[in-house]
C-alpha cells in the first residue's frame, strides 16, 4: 500500500500549529448498481489536519482509515448517477472519528478530484 504524502504548504491551523495536510493515495471505487459495476470512479482525497502534531498518529492508523475509507465511498459509489461529494464528506468524517478516536484531528475532507469513467452505454 502506497503511503500518504504529507503536503508541502500546511493548511492553516489554530494557534501556533500550523496544521498539516496529508493527501491519500488514489483510490479507484466501483459504483456497483444491480449487480453489474455501472462506472469507476477515482479519486483524490486529502485530509486537513488542525494540528501538525498529528500527522504520526493519523499515520499510525492509516490503514484503519483507509480500509473504513473504502467501505463508505463503495456504499457512496453505489447510489444514484453522480458521485456525491457532501455525503461522502459526512460518511468519511465520522469514520476518521470513530477510528481516530477524536473529532479534533481532522478539520476537513477535501476531494481534490473525482474522476468518472462510464462503462458500457
Known amino acids: 500500500m502506497a503511503r500518504p504524502v504529507l503536503a508541502q504548504n500546511p493548511a492553516p491551523g489554530t494557534g501556533d500549529d500550523p496544521g498539516a495536510e496529508i493527501f ?3 483510490m479507484l471505487v466501483p459504483a456497483i448498481q444491480d449487480n453489474q459495476v455501472k462506472r469507476h470512479y477515482a479519486l483524490l482525497i486529502k485530509l486537513r489536519l488542525f494540528k501538525r502534531a498529528d500527522v504520526d ?3 499510525a492508523s492509516m490503514d484503519r482509515l483507509q480500509n473504513a475509507f473504502v467501505f463508505d465511498l463503495n456504499d457512496v459509489a453505489a447510489y444514484g448517477d453522480n458521485f456525491d461529494r457532501e455525503r461522502a464528506k459526512r460518511r ?18 477535501v476531494f481534490e478530484r473525482v474522476l468518472e469513467r462510464r462503462i458500457g452505454n
Open 24 to 26: 491519500l493515495p488514489r
Open 57 to 59: 498518529k493519523v499515520r
Open 92 to 109: 468519511l468524517t465520522a469514520s476518521a472519528v470513530r477510528v481516530l478516536g477524536s473529532d479534533d484531528i481532522i478539520e476537513e475532507i
